[in-house]
């Protein structure tokens, strides 16, 4: 049971990214796929999330409007594209899957604790 999280690098300040999230020997169909960030010295945040079950989809308020979540089923895929980005979006993202985790439940994307399975993280750097 794998999640290989890709696709960080160097971008500019408005420019765009998009993270991919490849799961291995599991279904991530199953599964509610979160994406959190993490900056040297400061706790691991959660980003955005979607749930495939109840067909739910939140981010946290500094980055509505500007990320989305997509899913390949036919890849096992989940994909954070960020576009619009800020100097204050470089962080260390990671993806992580949660089994039984209803959104439609939740007010904001769901904390670490309800995630099973997690990715390495990708480095995302936005600086001119």
């Known amino acids: 049971v794998q999640l290989q999280a890709s696709g960080g690098g160097l971008v500019q300040p408005g420019g765009s990214l998009r993270l991919s999230c490849v799961a291995s020997?599991?279904?991530?169909?199953?599964?509610?796929v979160g994406w959190f960030r993490q900056v040297p010295g400061k706790e691991r945040e959660a980003v955005s999330c979607?749930?495939?079950?109840?067909?739910?989809?939140l981010h946290r308020e500094s980055v509505k409007g500007r990320f989305t979540i997509s899913r390949d089923y036919a890849k096992n895929t989940a994909y954070l594209q960020m576009n619009s980005l800020r100097p204050e979006d470089t962080a260390v993202y990671y993806c992580?899957?949660?089994?039984?985790?209803?959104?439609?439940?939740?007010?904001?994307?769901?904390?670490?604790?309800?995630?099973?399975?997690w990715g390495r993280g990708t480095q995302v750097t936005v600086s001119s």
């Open positions: 020997g599991f279904t991530l169909d199953d599964y509610t």
């Open positions: 992580a899957a949660g089994i039984n985790v209803l959104l439609s439940l939740w007010e904001a994307c769901p904390p670490e604790s309800e995630y099973d399975y």
């Open positions: 979607n749930s495939f079950s109840d067909g739910v989809t």
